[in-house]
């Protein structure tokens, strides 16, 4: 197995969206995904080695939309 570890000080919401988003594509590869809530909030998956690469990208790939949104968000509520 491969563990992968992604953390944010943030309020919660943008890693229960990676959870909600990860956890079905890590659970069909036979993995399980775990979220930490506390001061830092932390999401820890548990996937076999052959998908490890798979699976990183995915929550890069989900992670870069958490990003774009929260930056829009912060963009149009200035304006």
């Given at each position: 197995?491969?563990?992968?570890?992604i953390?944010?000080?943030?309020?919660?919401?943008?890693?229960?969206?990676?959870?909600?988003?990860?956890?079905?594509?890590?659970?069909?590869?036979?993995?399980?995904?775990?979220?930490?809530?506390?001061?830092?909030?932390?999401?820890?998956?548990?996937?076999?080695?052959?998908?490890?690469?798979?699976?990183?990208?995915?929550?890069?790939?989900?992670?870069?939309?958490?990003?774009?949104?929260?930056?829009?968000?912060k963009?149009?509520?200035?304006?």
């Open positions: 197995m491969s563990f992968i570890r953390s944010d000080g943030g309020n919660g919401e943008n890693m229960f969206y990676l959870y909600n988003q990860l956890n079905p594509i890590v659970t069909r590869l036979g993995g399980k995904a775990e979220i930490e809530c506390g001061k830092i909030n932390v999401l820890n998956i548990d996937v076999d080695r052959v998908y490890t690469g798979f699976v990183r990208a995915e929550a890069e790939d989900k992670i870069a939309d958490v990003i774009t949104v929260n930056y829009k968000y963009f149009f509520t200035q304006r």
